[in-house]
């Protein structure tokens, strides 16, 4: 294709790529990757196609589409995910945000509904992107949060999402293997909420994830062990320290383990109920314990 081409003409012929790939939505993809390199929301897309490209876009445009043929994901070509209705920084540091975590922040603003106005500290573990705690704070102005992680990477990215949201003041990150961070700076404090999306993938099976998924996103944040329960352990190892009295952890789950992560709740001998919350596709997604 040649320099000089309409913006219209570059997404059709980028969707023709994607579409000779066997891509699920090619034409959305394409416009996505042409709208990344334009700088342009849809609006301003949609307005400008008879707009011609210069030739340094076309050529960015190509190496995103070439990139994506080989299986990049978009979301780490645009450096964008939409969360919770907000816009996050993503790269390969970092996990890309998933619409199921959503139900993890739409239950715990439900349960903080009635704190605004108070302090109401809440801690996430494993926060990677950052992108729980902070929609958490977003829509809740009142709330104080702390978010820990062992990828030094990762929380430069959850930092620069904190200044993009605009609620750099009200939270903190840590660096440091889940709970090690508070017991070595802030020994003693205790949290009303925990939230956690930990690696949860058994390693075996890493292998036989979407190709996408297992080339390019952090194995890091993916690897839950030989049977993708050793976080879980961990943190309900350890949670009684860190929960108030009357506090609440929530852990999003794989789709298998609606029942042993909960199990792993109910023998800790800590927590007087634990739920388990599906989602929309009615598998387990979220597991609720309230502590003694």
């Given amino acids: 294709?040649?320099?000089?081409?309409?913006?219209?003409?570059?997404?059709?012929?980028?969707?023709?790529?994607?579409?000779?790939?066997?891509?699920?939505?090619?034409?959305?993809?394409?416009?996505?990757?042409?709208?990344?390199?334009?700088?342009?929301?849809?609006?301003?897309?949609?307005?400008?196609?008879?707009?011609?490209?210069?030739?340094?876009?076309?050529?960015?445009?190509?190496?995103?589409?070439?990139?994506?043929?080989?299986?990049?994901?978009?979301?780490?070509?645009?450096?964008?995910?939409?969360?919770?209705?907000?816009?996050?920084?993503?790269?390969?540091d970092v996990l890309i945000p998933r619409p199921e975590s959503e139900l993890l922040v739409e239950l715990a603003l439900e349960l903080l509904k009635d704190k605004k106005g108070k302090d109401y500290p809440v801690l996430e573990l494993c926060t990677g992107s950052g992108a729980i705690l902070i929609s958490l704070l977003h829509y809740l102005p009142s709330l104080t949060g702390i978010g820990t992680d062992i990828s030094l990477k990762a929380l430069r990215v959850a930092e620069q999402n904190a200044f993009r949201h605009g609620v750099q003041e009200r939270v903190s990150f840590l660096a440091g293997d889940l709970f090690q961070p508070l017991r070595e700076k802030m020994a003693g404090h205790k949290f009303d909420l925990i939230l956690a999306n930990p690696p949860y993938i058994p390693t075996k099976t890493i292998q036989t994830l979407q190709r996408e998924v297992r080339l390019y996103e952090p194995k890091l944040a993916l690897d839950g062990g030989e049977d993708g329960l050793d976080f879980y352990r961990r943190i309900v190892k350890e949670a009684a320290s860190f929960l108030d009295e009357g506090g609440i952890i929530m852990l999003e789950i794989g789709s298998d383990q609606g029942e042993s992560v909960p199990e792993l709740l109910r023998q800790s001998g800590i927590f007087s109920r634990v739920e388990v919350v599906l989602d929309l596709a009615r598998l387990p997604r979220v597991v609720v314990g309230y502590c003694n």
């Fill in 1 to 92: 294709m040649s320099e000089g081409k309409k913006i219209q003409e570059a997404w059709a012929w980028g969707t023709k790529m994607l579409a000779e790939k066997g891509l699920e939505l090619p034409q959305l993809e394409a416009e996505v990757l042409l709208r990344a390199v334009l700088n342009l929301e849809r609006a301003a897309f949609y307005a400008r196609l008879t707009d011609f490209m210069s030739a340094e876009d076309f050529e960015l445009y190509q190496q995103k589409l070439f990139a994506r043929l080989e299986g990049w994901p978009s979301q780490y070509l645009t450096g964008r995910q939409e969360f919770m209705s907000l816009s996050f920084l993503v790269n390969q």
